[in-house]
């Protein structure tokens, strides 16, 4: 068998953007519009229509210009890695009783 080269072009390791969201957020953006779109489907039972469409499409505008934030701001990962620094602990406790620690001498 021959070992044929196959060339790569370059474009295939650029960042995938869709309207300057980065590939990552596109996909947040896709659940948190349709999730906000079909709260204002069930919010319309409650009040007008027409101000849970206004309502959801509000809600959507801002939850993609809160992507469009992130993917600018803080790169590729920057919305998944500031929900893992929510899940953190705020402090850590890193204090020690020196009187209980066991002390080791040379006789």
């Not at 906000?36 to 919010?43: H, I, K, N």
């Not at 893992?84 to 705020?90: I, M």
Request: charged residues 25%; positive net charge.
């Amino acid at each position: 068998m021959e070992n044929k080269l196959v060339k790569i072009p370059k474009a295939l390791q650029k960042d995938v953007s869709f309207f300057g969201l980065r590939a990552k957020y596109v996909d947040q953006a896709f659940k948190g519009s349709f999730l906000s779109l079909m709260v204002g489907l069930f919010l319309s039972t409650v009040i007008p229509t027409f101000l849970s469409l206004l309502l959801s499409f509000c809600t959507a505008a801002l939850y993609i210009a809160l992507m469009l934030f992130y993917s600018k701001a803080y790169g590729e990962n920057g919305f998944i890695k500031s929900r893992a620094d929510r899940k953190g602990p705020d402090t850590i406790k890193g204090h020690v009783n020196k009187k209980k620690l066991v002390l080791w001498k040379k006789d």
